[in-house]
């Protein structure tokens, strides 16, 4: 136990020996997981595409064009002035700006003279998507307007007006009554939500923050593979085997020392969650211990089976990076696996990360327990078996 100690003691110290390190071990991951969760909606905050409205008419017309937009299911109507909502629009932060002239009324409708200004981002979805907001609520307020002089049409052909005043009177009348109507109508089309309750609530931020978790810690456990590469440059890997000291207590030693670390960052990383960004990482912090570990001993094993098949400290940088990017992203890490095709989502299945996120996803977003996971984590528990195996016979001092 002491060789096996000594040995962890002397990886931390190397591991830590710059600076630098700490970047790699804290510092970036958490800032990555501020950016990235941090700019995912939690699911509280309102959907809809935000839409800027510029309405200089202030009239009841350009009111109820703006109080159909909030109904809307798509859009998200904000107030603002012309020059604001241009900057927003200029900078890209906005996708549309529909601006409502002055002269915009119920006479301008009458007379067919009335005319709106929307302004799109070019190929942009999200403008797409308010041009027909927009125009199915410019098209509700003309609607009850049509029916406004319909009914003043109605009764000049039974008895004239005796005066413009009496005219626009009836025709006030008859706007409120359409509009009235109009609001009391039933919907055609009735979507109805479930209401089912969560036994946890949803976060998506949750999901990013434990991607982002897997992709930082998985990485540097690669990492193993170089420094077997590095200490067989130096020699001092047949120097210490040299002494008294077994290889498996020396492989023992090396693995267990990292995985260590890799807990260490992962408790990090999920308190930095916890407390800073608020975020449910599960109710049962055993189940969380039990695949978080699975996880870091799956890489790791993947990380010494590699190190028996590079030869120099740089051929094993370079992989670690390029497997552990490759392996967050084919794993659901950084982008969902459902947005990929069933193919590729049968296909993943042979990496670790992809069980390592299935389960914490179980936990984190799907409320379930430690017996939920424990298929997740025996596998990862295969991964690590089988690599392991492979590294430990592979394993050359030169």
């Not at 998200?76 to 890209?92: G, H, T, W």
């Not at 007006?161 to 919907?187: M, N």
């Amino acid at each position: 136990m002491k060789k096996i100690l000594s040995i962890i003691k002397k990886d931390v110290i190397l591991r830590f020996s710059g600076a630098s390190e700490l970047l790699f071990f804290i510092i970036l991951p958490v800032v990555f997981t501020f950016l990235l969760a941090g700019g995912t909606p939690s699911g509280d905050e309102d959907p809809r595409i935000r839409v800027l409205i510029v309405d200089e008419a202030q009239t009841a017309i350009s009111g109820q064009i703006f109080e159909e937009l909030e109904r809307s299911t798509a859009v998200r109507p904000v107030l603002m002035e012309r020059a604001d909502a241009l900057k927003e629009f200029d900078e890209r932060r906005a996708s549309t700006v529909f601006i409502i002239p002055a002269g915009v009324d119920a006479e301008s409708l009458q007379a067919g003279s009335a005319e709106v200004e929307l302004m799109k981002q070019p190929n942009n979805i999200n403008a797409t998507v308010v041009e027909r907001a927009v125009g199915t609520a410019i098209r509700r307020v003309s609607s009850s307007v049509g029916a406004a002089q319909n009914a003043v049409s109605q009764r000049e052909a039974k008895q004239v007006f005796a005066s413009d005043a009496e005219r626009q009177a009836y025709f006030d009348d008859a706007l409120k009554l359409a509009q009235d109507i109009q609001k009391e109508t039933p919907e055609r089309v009735k979507a109805v939500e479930a209401a089912t309750p969560d036994q946890i609530e949803y976060d998506p931020r949750a999901n990013s923050s434990a991607g982002q978790l897997i992709t930082w810690v998985f990485i540097p456990l690669f990492g193993i593979s170089a420094m077997f590469a590095y200490e067989r440059q130096q020699g001092t890997l047949r120097r210490v085997l040299t002494t008294p000291t077994s290889k498996a207590t020396y492989l023992l030693g090396t693995i267990l020392g990292q995985v260590l670390m890799a807990l260490v960052q992962m408790a990090l990383l999920v308190l930095f969650g916890i407390f800073v960004m608020k975020l449910q990482w599960g109710n049962e912090p055993l189940a969380l211990f039990v695949i978080l570990t699975a996880a870091a001993l799956a890489a790791a094993a993947f990380g010494t089976t590699m190190g028996t098949f590079v030869k120099t400290e740089g051929q094993a940088g370079g992989l670690s990076i390029m497997f552990g990017m490759v392996f967050a992203l084919m794993g659901g890490c950084w982008y969902p696996l459902e947005l990929f095709p069933s193919a590729v989502q049968n296909a993943v299945k042979i990496l670790p990360t992809t069980w390592a996120m299935q389960g914490l996803l179980d936990l984190v977003l799907r409320g379930r327990g430690l017996v939920e996971i424990l298929p997740e984590a025996g596998v990862l528990l295969g991964f690590a078996a089988v690599f392991f195996a492979v590294g430990v016979w592979r394993f050359r001092y030169e």
